[in-house]
């Protein structure tokens, strides 16, 4: 009894010195993100989809060639900063937006959350131009994780903000391209995580939307969110953006305040294609 | 301490899972399903028609080749014994296909969106009850018209064809996880489905299989679909204590052979689409 008594008053005082002289030193808040040594690899050429080649593989004990979409990659974020990645086309960056999310899981290293991660990648993904514009509201942003009560509740807002009232029960095959991004926008703005990835997602719609998304965007940042911003508008990413990421070959290049990174960035010449 | 600064949450890996209790899992499965349907019917002149026509054709064909070219004068009523069959064997060939596809279907889904894989087979299963309720409810129109009747052990149907649902769940999160790595297992079923067809008595009685045969038939839920719902609806008798017994513990261990397969595979499900 006393032994397994000591125990638990022994770890907790080992627990508390460190975080003791850290306070003292830096005030460092606690990463929200933190991506530890992660590394993802995939197989070289078709993927084993064919029962014959994993046969094949499984009987010769062949191993294929990988290549590495992403190799040893380690960063912390902190609350409320918005991060930008940056990089090449094929440089890593959707597969460390789906190493965060959890849509796909390292092979090597850690990932981890503080609270909820939410991810906006290709807009109305989930929709179906044979469904109305309220039946893919409503399928949207069950996909999304909100609950019956937090969609009833948001549907007019964002049939609102989308300012497609007028088109709302007509087939989505109708709707311009341009209106379609206008309503998956206005649902995702609706989810309400702790961390926000968006990828590619703010070429929308015509200039007064895109501006009014930039609003809804700045107005997350302020109200406490962390952002995780893919794009190609490097002016937009230094504008939003305190930290930046830079990724080449799936390796960490660059990590630090978003002006240094982009600005090395512009500069640094096309990488070697692979 | 330092780690409750922001919001007292603690460092953890993402999970697929962004719910915090059951409730938007329904949502998102309702949601799923009423797509379904709305796609398939919004296409349709007809629409639900088809789902009737392919069993009474079934029906028809089956009840002229086995009355009038081998006649089968044990069995009484031929056109609803066999329709008794064909029921629940149409709502496995369907089902099974629907979810074994259902992944790839859905893939810009589970590329792209936060979810719980296994919704997309379950959902792909339960759309299709759909056609099996319209099924069920054309078997018990057309036993009315041959004479049956209402008797006090129709609620034993809801149980086997319950238990069918969960069985047909079971094997597609299976199908639908083993067809994302290997995309030859939709061929695979489809050919099982062929199989199935003859394997399960749908133009011949249970009791006209060997009878040290008969055992695996009853192993094979649909089969034993087949059987306990004949015993209720034509012979106006309880199911056999044997078949439901069979039934409920396939039905069930393959539903949990299922979920612990799926569990397994789903790791790298988006990395294989």
């Not at chain 2, 003859?198 to 059987?227: D, G």
């Amino acid at each position: 009894m006393n032994p397994n008594a000591a125990l638990p008053s022994a770890a907790a005082h080992d627990r508390g010195a460190p975080a003791a002289t850290q306070a003292r030193a830096a005030p460092v808040p606690a990463p929200v993100l933190r991506f530890d040594k992660v590394s993802k690899t995939y197989a070289h050429g078709a993927s084993r989809t064919l029962l014959r080649r994993g046969l094949m593989a499984w009987l010769t004990g062949t191993r294929s060639d990988v290549f590495y979409a992403l190799r040893n990659v380690s960063f912390e974020l902190s609350p409320a900063t918005s991060l930008a990645v940056v990089g090449a086309n094929g440089a890593g960056k959707s597969t460390l937006l789906r190493c965060a999310t959890g849509i796909s899981t390292p092979d090597a290293g850690r990932v981890q959350v503080r609270g909820t991660i939410a991810a906006l990648m290709e807009l109305g993904a989930g929709f179906h131009p044979d469904l109305t514009g309220a039946e893919n509201v409503m399928l949207n942003a069950s996909l999304l994780g909100l609950t019956r009560q937090q969609t009833y509740a948001q549907f007019d807002r964002i049939v609102e903000f989308s300012g497609l009232a007028k088109f709302i029960d007509e087939p989505l095959r109708t709707y311009s391209s341009g209106m379609v991004l206008r309503l998956a926008f206005s649902v995702a703005v609706r989810v309400d995580p702790d961390i926000l990835v968006i990828d590619e997602v703010l070429a929308v719609g015509d200039t007064e939307f895109q501006e009014k998304c930039i609003a809804e965007i700045i107005g997350l940042k302020q109200s406490g969110k962390t952002l995780i911003f893919v794009a190609h508008q490097l002016a937009l990413l230094r504008q939003l953006c305190e930290q930046a990421l830079w990724l080449e070959h799936g390796e960490l290049k660059m990590f630090g305040p978003s002006a240094e990174v982009i600005d090395a960035y512009e500069a640094a010449p096309p990488p070697a294609s692979l | 301490m330092q780690d409750g600064s922001s919001s007292g949450l603690a460092l953890a890996p993402p999970t697929l899972n962004p719910w915090r209790g059951g409730g938007n899992l329904l949502f998102l499965l309702e949601n799923l399903v009423l797509k379904d349907f709305r796609i398939r019917y919004r296409n349709m002149s007809l629409g639900m028609l088809w789902s009737i026509a392919n069993p009474l054709v079934m029906m028809g064909v089956l009840t002229f080749v086995f009355t009038r070219i081998y006649p089968n004068p044990a069995i009484p009523h031929f056109a609803v014994f066999v329709l008794c069959g064909l029921v629940p064997f149409n709502f496995y060939s369907l089902a099974l296909n629907a979810g074994t596809t259902s992944l790839l279907d859905n893939q810009s889904l589970v590329k792209r969106v936060r979810c719980p894989r296994r919704i997309f087979p379950i959902a792909a299963v339960l759309a299709n009850c759909l056609h099996f309720l319209i099924q069920i409810a054309l078997l018990l129109a057309i036993a009315f018209m041959f004479g049956y009747r209402v008797n006090r052990f129709w609620p034993w149907l809801g149980l086997i064809w319950g238990l069918e649902i969960l069985f047909m769940c079971g094997l597609a999160l299976i199908t639908a996880a083993l067809d994302v790595y290997y995309r030859d297992v939709r061929y695979l079923v489809e050919a099982s489905n062929v199989v199935m067809f003859w394997m399960v008595p749908i133009f011949y009685s249970l009791e006209m299989v060997p009878e040290r045969l008969r055992l695996f038939y009853l192993l094979n839920p649909i089969a034993a679909v087949v059987v306990a719902g004949r015993q209720v609806l034509l012979h106006s008798r309880a199911p056999d204590p044997m078949v439901l017994f069979a039934m409920t513990i396939v039905s069930l261990g393959c539903l949990g052979l299922g979920f612990t397969v799926f569990g397994r595979l789903e790791r790298n499900l988006a990395d294989n689409l």
